[in-house]
């Protein structure tokens, strides 16, 4: 039976960081890798952004052979035994290992109709199909206004392509912006030519001649050809679970990403942690948490781990414009922009009980080192 020092149970940019961070640490424990992707890890943001703006598919892979992992890909694990120390996976092979780190991130949402138009747009083998398909002049409907909808549709309108936006909220990004920013986007979204109807949402979808009709909570019918759904992910904590690992939206770590059953570790989308800065538990589905989280938890397995306390940032590109993020960005609390030039450039602070919770730098850059220091704190980035 194969026995590795170090198996990391997921493929994506976490498992590609822990592995790194590992090989570091430890230059002779060996390192395995389960993977159900059937390609090495790579990065995902560029999948919604640079890839549809030229940049050569070359650059997304992450190369984590180098660590000296071996892959295993195309195969989901499907068993943890704790007691024995062993995963299995569906092709019936069983593994050792000595540490264990869950990097099994997220699945998207789905809908209820099981039609293969519909995309749930989180892969490279999405990407490179969606990218076929807007190869042709066909009609697209993307659903949902968060951070993969806002991305594909822009990625669609920047290739040429007839793209609807229907989203249930009042505007783009409602979720995490303020309401004129929000509102902002929708105007700025329909000068790129995409059809965006906010307060709208998905009544049913029926097959027809080839097409989908999309009819909507207003009432409206759209044929469309092809739907990407952005509805967001759920953790996959399903194999951590059955194996008596704590999970409560994610798989529940410590300090140094210690799951409640000895040496398993959850680091990534899947983990959820509690951050000294914010006072609070949290899961993050951003690709710094995902690269310094893994990171971190490489060194943990490896003997040489610290606390993790960093508060990840985030970032996204919509058309033309661009933001970085940090802490908590809820614009149900209280909001305050300082525009350089409205809606283009400037930054917004989050504030609870007169300390600030998040900041957005908007189409502002250089600045997150500064806007983190600012959590917690009353301050602000730029004077007056
Ligand atoms: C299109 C797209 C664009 C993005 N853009 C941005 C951005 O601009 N900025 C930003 O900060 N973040 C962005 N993100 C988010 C970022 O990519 C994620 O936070 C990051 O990929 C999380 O990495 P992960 O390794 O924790 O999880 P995942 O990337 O979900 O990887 C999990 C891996 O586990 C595998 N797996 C799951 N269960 C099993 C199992 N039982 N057995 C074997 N393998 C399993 C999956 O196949 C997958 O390979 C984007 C995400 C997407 C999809």
Redesign the pocket.
């Known amino acids: 039976m194969t026995s590795y020092r170090y198996l990391i149970?997921?493929?994506?940019?976490?498992?590609d960081a822990a592995a790194k961070a590992i090989r570091e640490a430890d230059p002779k424990g060996n390192i395995g890798i389960?993977?159900?992707?059937p390609h090495p890890p790579y990065a995902?943001?560029p999948?919604?952004?640079a890839l549809w703006k030229g940049e050569s598919e070359d650059t997304i892979w992450k190369h984590t052979e180098t660590a000296g992992a071996e892959l295993q890909l195309g195969?989901?694990?499907?068993a943890i035994d704790p007691r024995k120390k062993t995963v299995t996976d569906n092709r019936g092979n069983t593994v050792v290992y000595e540490k264990l780190l869950l990097?099994?991130?997220?699945t998207p949402r789905r809908l209820p109709l099981q039609t293969d138009q519909i995309i749930y747009?989180?892969t490279y083998d999405d990407y490179r199909r969606l990218r076929a398909l807007a190869e042709q002049k066909l009609k697209f409907l993307v659903l949902g206004g968060g951070?993969?909808g806002s991305?594909v549709g822009a990625a669609l309108r920047m290739v040429g392509r007839d793209v609807t936006m229907l989203i249930p909220e009042d505007g783009i990004g409602a979720r995490v912006f303020p309401a004129d920013l929000s509102q902002f986007l929708v105007d700025y979204y329909r000068e790129q030519g995409v059809d965006v109807r906010t307060g709208e949402g998905l009544a049913t979808l029926t097959p027809s001649a080839g097409k989908v009709i999309v009819k909507t909570t207003k009432g409206a019918e759209i044929p469309v050809d092809v739907i990407v759904a952005g509805l967001g992910i759920q953790p996959?904590v399903d194999?951590a679970e059955q194996a008596g690992v704590h999970a409560e939206n994610g798989i529940l770590v410590d300090e140094l990403l210690r799951t409640n059953v000895p040496d398993i570790y959850a680091?990534?989308?899947?983990a959820n942690f509690y951050n000294p800065q914010l006072g609070t538990r949290i899961r993050v589905?951003?690709?710094?948490?995902?690269n310094s989280m893994?990171a971190a938890a490489g060194r943990s397995m490896a003997g040489t781990g610290t606390p993790y306390t960093h508060l990840p940032f985030?970032?996204?590109d919509l058309f033309q414009l661009g933001y970085e993020a940090v802490g908590e960005l809820d614009p149900r609390l209280q909001t305050e922009s300082e525009w350089k030039e409205p809606f283009r450039e400037g930054v917004v602070y989050y504030h609870k009980d007169g300390r600030v919770r998040g900041v957005l730098l908007w189409n502002t850059w250089g600045q997150v080192d500064h806007a983190r220091a600012l959590i917690g704190t009353a301050g602000h980035l730029v004077a007056g």
């Open positions: 149970v997921g493929g994506g940019m976490t498992a389960i993977s159900s992707d995902r943001p999948l919604s952004k195969r989901r694990a499907t990097a099994t991130g997220g747009y989180r951070f993969i991305e996959n194999l680091a990534g989308d899947v589905e951003h690709e710094d948490n995902a893994g985030f970032y996204s």
